[in-house]
């Protein structure tokens, strides 16, 4: 995927029979996924105009150009929605997109490699980076608090992390 996009949601399947789809957003504000204009697919070969229609059960109903029939919104389902990234709103300096977290070292505050961010995901109550490094057994899950997570550090490719104890092996 390239830097220049940002995933900002994804098709959940049908919502009814008239070709209507149930769309997850992950922006700030769920709606603003609309007002980005044309989505992509992951590899920007296909296109999508989306209108949403009605807030739903974790997420929006919504119609999408060129889409009619229950089958068709059925194929649409956990297809990734892009944008281009000069199209989002810029961020305060203390908040970042997920796709910028992911692959940058993570470092303890001693100066160790502990490995690199996988992914960043959300069940709810926060951010919670995953990390997995040639030393780890399985990847580890740090909260993503100031607290955990003092400096993220873009420029350098690395965020330093100050785990409690006992999330690294050997810490």
Request: proline share 5%; net charge negative; glycine share 10%.
């Amino acid at each position: 995927m390239s830097a220049d996009r940002i995933c900002v949601g994804a098709f959940a399947g049908s919502y009814g029979v008239n070709g209507e789809v149930r769309l997850k957003s992950y922006c700030a504000d769920p709606a603003a996924i609309e007002t980005y204009g044309v989505l992509s697919s992951e590899d920007g070969a296909t296109h999508y105009i989306v209108g949403i229609t009605r807030a739903v059960k974790n997420g929006f109903s919504a119609r999408v150009e060129g889409v009619f029939t229950k089958e068709q919104a059925d194929a649409l389902n956990n297809t990734q929605l892009f944008v281009e990234r000069d199209k989002l709103p810029n961020l305060p300096d203390d908040e970042f997109y997920h796709s910028d977290l992911i692959g940058l070292e993570v470092i303890d505050t001693g100066g160790v490699s502990l490995g690199k961010v996988q992914q960043v995901v959300n069940h709810g109550a926060s951010d919670i980076l995953e990390i997995a490094g040639p030393n780890l057994k399985a990847s580890v899950l740090l909260p993503f608090t100031k607290a955990a997570v003092p400096t993220v550090d873009l420029s350098a490719g690395c965020v330093i992390v100050d785990p409690p104890a006992g999330v690294f092996p050997d810490d």
